[in-house]
């Protein structure tokens, strides 16, 4: 049997390791989100009100859209700095197709609506694929290609814009996409639910998921294996590119415009931390998008909770830093822990 067909037989994830740092993180990811609920809704009675909780769970939907995508290439042993740029860019020309065909055609608006749509998706998913080949093929560090790529996408949104938010998107967009509600829930949430049941199958299912595993647990033995790796690398990070460009869309259509300002480095650093705090190994080979999403369910909740204790939004992201440091302390613990074995 070929190394590869072993591979495409059972998943690639490392076995036999010690993940006692891993298990505490993702342990304790749930007793800290039960801490803070509770303790939010005992301090404030606005926390549990069904418009508070419709917001915490649109805000997390977003959050965690972007962080899947995130995960993925953080999985594959990359990172992915320019989501944030993309959301922005994304943003600005769904926007700006739509204004145009709007005024150009006149109509039907399922078409403007599909055109920009597309657009803004396409722009996505050019960033993604400019990333993945520059580190597949050229060998940068993605840390260093998203850095660049995350300038340079900010600069094109603002160049198109000059910083002016756009307008002239038809209604039914901003109607059915941004503001309807399906049983008491936006739009945003079943989007962002499909997609990470979607992620954890390719993930568990497909050789996809399971050569991203290999790629980012051992990027040699891969090789060795006759896995692709070229492709899988610009996949994960076209996913990314593609999942953070749906969130702009999706926040264009929630703010009724526009605008370059969207995401931005805040968006960048949280989906990080969601991908970290979820037990996505910052060396690559370990993660799964659904506990990814639980740390972005969290994450938003702790943001929401601090928001409504009026604590000073200067000191809010000491929270984020420690809750990083310690996730992070507690994944190289766990890989000292297996290398002494």
Not at 160 to 177: A, C, D, E, H, R
Not at 219 to 238: D, F, K
Request: hydrophobic fraction near 55%; charged fraction near 10%.
């Amino acid at each position: 049997m070929s190394a590869t067909a072993s591979l495409s037989r059972r998943p690639a994830t490392p076995q036999g390791r010690d993940h006692l740092g891993r298990l505490l993180r993702i342990g304790l990811l749930p007793v800290l989100l039960l801490v803070v609920v509770a303790g939010t809704s005992l301090l404030s009675p606005y926390f549990l009100g069904w418009m508070n909780i419709v917001n915490i769970l649109r805000m997390a939907a977003f959050l965690a859209i972007i962080a899947c995508g995130q995960a993925m290439v953080i999985v594959a042993g990359g990172f992915d700095l320019s989501v944030g740029a993309v959301v922005a860019l994304a943003s600005v020309v769904t926007a700006k197709v739509m204004a145009a065909l709007a005024t150009s055609l006149g109509g039907p608006d399922i078409l403007v609506v599909v055109l920009g749509v597309l657009a803004g998706l396409g722009s996505g998913f050019a960033v993604g694929l400019f990333n993945g080949l520059c580190v597949s093929r050229l060998k940068v560090s993605g840390f260093v290609v998203t850095l660049g790529t995350m300038s340079a996408t900010a600069g094109i949104g603002l160049l198109l814009t000059n910083g002016i938010p756009v307008y002239g998107m038809p209604k039914s967009f901003i109607q059915n996409v941004g503001r309807l509600q399906f049983l008491g829930l936006p739009i945003a949430i079943y989007i962002a639910l499909a997609i990470i049941l979607a992620m954890a199958f390719v993930q568990r299912r497909t050789l996809f998921g399971r050569y991203v595993y290999a790629i980012g647990g051992n990027q040699e033995a891969a090789v060795v294996s006759g896995v692709p790796i070229r492709r899988h690398l610009v996949g994960t990070y076209v996913l990314s590119g593609v999942f953070a460009a749906s969130v702009g869309i999706l926040l264009t259509a929630l703010v009724g415009s526009g605008q370059a300002t969207l995401g931005g480095d805040a968006m960048m650093l949280q989906s990080i931390a969601a991908a970290v705090i979820g037990g996505v190994s910052l060396r690559g080979g370990i993660g799964r998008v659904e506990v990814v999403a639980v740390a972005a369910l969290f994450l938003t909740i702790l943001s929401n909770a601090l928001n409504l204790l009026r604590i000073d939004s200067r000191l809010q992201p000491i929270f984020l830093g420690l809750i990083m440091v310690l996730a992070v302390a507690l994944d190289e613990y766990s890989r000292r822990r297996m290398s002494s074995v």
